[in-house]
């Protein structure tokens, strides 16, 4: 008894480990070539497409990183305006307002504010609904997070988008968290790629 038990473990956690790791591959294949760190070598897009960073009651890690690659494409003339898209749904929490303010303060010029982005594919979604938007943007996030907007990018529009990778972080347990949650959310983005097809 012991025995089956072990087995049929056994063969649950190789399926579960095998579809994580061919999702992965999946999502790091298609951002393959679109992800760009050299500012100088990414192509000029019309609009950027600023991802919040998620709630918290305190900025990300990865909250200034994201806002200066912002301020960095705008004035190396990489892209003409920003739409932001983050959180604020909430009377203690308000990322959009804050990122805005901040690139409105370094002369960003701001095209749009979506403060419905509550994760990467609503952000997606809702920019692809408005006319144009979709069709010459660069996404700005870190490269881990890059690489899933650029697969829902490929769902979601008829031009996929470029991405810019803002600075990671050093902090090794946000390493380890991230991680854990890209893998996860990655998976769950090609597992609802299929059931949108």
Known sequence: MKRTLFIISSVILATIFTVVLACNLIVIQVGNGKCYDDIDAIPHR?????????RSTTPSPYYDARLQATIDLFRAGKIDSVI???ENL?????????????????GVPIRMVDPYGTNTYASLRRIGTFE???TSMTIISQYF????AIFYGTILYD???IAYNAQDTDIWYWDIW???RE???????????????
């Open 84 to 86: 932001v898209s983050g």
């Open 159 to 161: 031009e996929t988008p």
């Open 46 to 54: 019309t609009y950027g497409l600023l991802l919040g960073t998620g």
């Open 178 to 180: 991230r991680f854990m």
């Open 145 to 148: 997070h890059n690489q899933r």
């Open 132 to 134: 144009g938007l979709s």
């Open 90 to 106: 909430y009377e203690d929490y308000y990322e959009v307002d804050s990122m805005v303010i901040a690139l409105e303060e370094a």
């Open 183 to 197: 893998s996860l959310a990655r998976t769950k983005a090609v597992l609802f790629s299929l059931l949108l097809a």
